[in-house]
């Protein structure tokens, strides 16, 4: 059974830096594309960024040139470092994974199945 675990939110001062990460199980990590969502209250949930099974990545307008995704295979685990933060980045962010997701549609929360909890952001301004 697959299971996406996040941890590492947690709150910071507007302008400092988190890396919250996403471990995996239950499957063979290396054959899934992997993403990172979040849904701040009242709002839609948004793609952040993306990384296929190949490690070709994607960002949202909206966080490019400030988060930066990655993974190390060896531990099934993938991270999202967010720099300079700002209060329009509060939110509870999401890993995602799924074995068939077309580059297109790396951001697209409807093609992924497997689903972690989520982890709590909030940036103070």
């Known amino acids: 059974q697959v299971q996406l675990v996040e941890s590492g939110g947690g709150s910071v001062q507007s302008g400092g830096s988190l890396r919250p990460s996403c471990t995996a199980s239950g499957y063979t990590y290396v054959t899934y594309n992997m993403a990172w969502f979040r849904q701040a209250p009242g709002k839609e949930r948004e793609g952040v960024a993306a990384?296929?099974?190949?490690?070709?990545?994607r960002y949202a307008d909206s966080v490019s040139g400030r988060f930066t995704i990655s993974q190390n295979n060896a531990k099934n685990t993938m991270y999202l470092q967010m720099n300079n933060l700002k209060p329009e980045d509060t939110a509870i962010y999401y890993c995602?994974?799924?074995?068939?997701?077309?580059?297109?549609?790396?951001?697209?929360?409807?093609?992924?199945?497997?689903w972690g909890q989520g982890t709590q952001v909030t940036v103070a301004s």
């Open positions: 995602a994974a799924d074995r068939n997701v077309r580059w297109t549609r790396l951001l697209d929360g409807s093609q992924y199945g497997y």
């Open positions: 990384i296929d099974l190949y490690g070709y990545t």
